[in-house]
């Protein structure tokens, strides 16, 4: 550009120069005149580029800083050198870099704020434009969608989740105008999912241009419920048939059985073992309670593992030789100690035993084996019983759950023994298995942290 302003002025001022002496050219003739001629296009000239320069060097300044700024480089300045209409247009070009990337600075800051919180959230956010195609999405999004592409913004929804029930919801929304709809619940992607929905309107325009859907997982918050509901079920029924049993035989007695000797002691007797399955029914479920309130308030105190075992065989010695079952046990402990608490170590063990004495017919054994293992300790309580199938398995640590029902009962069972161990487990950070086959028997595997903190 200075090029072709100084290529033009050259010209321009020659062929006026030529032009003025065409006039003069009969009166002036010497060589003076020429040199002068000459002497003032060199002159013109020079000075002449410079005024160009100085015009056209801060237009290139200014072009060159814009082009970096439209690159995202808005640390570039325009160096100022007059107070003109140049000087001010570069003044102006600066100050708009200043703000630009003040600007940007921030967007930046809020996005990295805005990414953080949305990583941050356990429940999913997806934003919206009007057609469904995504606009933005988080990580609880794409693990409770099960989404597994890296990038899906710009998508449709159908074509990153294929779930017609999901897309049913979301014309609700667009129809709703993005609003949420009360009670929007669906069962799906075998979960139970909470469904939230928001517009997103422009600030200025208060033009609508999408909606977020906030998707709450619940299916943990529907299990609770379950469980609770079952438990009050089962617990009523639990206590519902000792009490109709015991008001049963009361009436009996009362209508005349009293003065039957015989038939008097069978019913006191059957009023007293329903009396006990109901005490022991009430104290499982208060333990199970205490348990589950008080995972780490619990008092610890430093247990030998096998002089715990030891005292607990001499416990169930006479319940064992009642039913000709013998008690074994391979320690291999001595003088390992773990901190926990005695009463919940020694219930988890004598629970465990004593369901391997009641389900093992005369003449079995129950073995008790213990095992130091660097950071931990294996206790297995191993039986020759009935054994479980493996489809029971699954749900053997479920309150109330029982593999055979009427046998369990009659053997003074409430079905809350092995959750109990569970929970006892569990609040001792520890883990439990089971290996079992039907006809051979049964064995509970528990590992427990030598060091719980």
Do not use: C, H, W
């Given at each position: 550009m200075l090029k072709k302003l100084y290529y033009s002025y050259f010209i321009i001022s020659f062929v006026g120069i030529l032009v003025t002496s065409f006039f003069f050219i009969e009166k002036i003739t010497t060589l003076r005149f020429w040199f002068g001629i000459l002497l003032g296009v060199i002159v013109s000239n020079f000075f002449g580029y410079r005024f160009i320069k100085g015009i056209v060097q801060p237009i290139n300044e200014i072009t060159d800083v814009a082009k970096e700024i439209t690159k995202g480089n808005y640390e570039h300045r325009i160096e100022i050198k007059s107070i003109d209409e140049i000087g001010q247009l570069s003044s102006a070009i600066n100050i708009m870099s200043d703000k630009l990337q003040e600007t940007i600075d921030e967007l930046y800051d809020r996005n990295a704020k805005l990414e953080a919180i949305l990583k941050g959230l356990i429940n999913g956010v997806i934003a919206f434009d009007e057609n469904e195609k995504i606009l933005l999405i988080n990580d609880s999004a794409r693990a409770i969608l099960d989404i597994k592409e890296s990038s899906v913004v710009g998508k449709h929804i159908l074509d990153v989740v294929r779930n017609t029930k999901f897309h049913d919801i979301l014309e609700k929304i667009i129809k709703n105008k993005g609003y949420n709809i009360d009670n929007l619940e669906i069962?799906?992607?075998?979960?139970?999912?909470?469904?939230?929905s928001s517009p997103i309107v422009h600030q200025v325009t208060h033009k609508k241009l999408g909606f977020v859907v906030i998707i709450n997982d619940i299916t943990e918050v529907r299990k609770l419920e379950k469980i609770r509901s079952d438990f009050v079920a089962n617990v009523s029924h639990e206590l519902r048939t000792?009490?109709?049993s015991i008001r049963g035989f009361i009436e009996t007695l009362r209508?005349?059985?009293i003065d039957n000797v015989e038939e008097r002691d069978k019913f006191l007797e059957i009023i007293e073992f329903e009396a006990e399955r109901l005490t022991r029914l009430i104290n499982d479920i208060l333990t199970l309670s205490e348990i589950e309130n008080l995972k780490e308030g619990f008092v610890k105190e430093d247990i030998a593992i096998d002089d715990e075992v030891n005292e607990i065989f001499y416990i169930m010695e006479k319940t064992?030789?009642?039913?000709?079952?013998?008690l074994i046990k391979d320690l291999n402990c001595?003088?390992?100690v773990i901190k926990t608490s005695k009463d919940r170590?020694?219930?988890?063990i004598i629970n465990l035993v004593d369901n391997g004495i009641k389900y093992t017919p005369e003449g079995g054994y129950v073995k008790v084996t213990t095992i130091d293992r660097k950071g931990d300790v294996v206790i297995e309580v191993k039986d020759s019983g009935i054994g479980i199938s493996k489809e029971n398995i699954p749900?053997?640590?479920e309150r109330f759950y029982r593999v055979d029902k009427g046998r369990s009962r009659k053997l003074g069972g409430t079905?809350?023994?092995l959750a109990i161990v569970k929970h006892i487990v569990e609040s001792m950070k520890g883990s439990i298995s089971v290996e079992s086959e039907v006809g051979k028997g049964t064995k509970f595997t528990i590992v427990l942290p030598k060091d719980q903190k």
């Open positions: 069962n799906t992607f075998n979960k139970y999912l909470k469904i939230y000792p009490l109709t209508e005349g059985a064992a030789n009642d039913k000709s079952i013998k001595s003088g390992v170590l020694r219930q988890m749900r053997l640590f079905g809350l023994g």
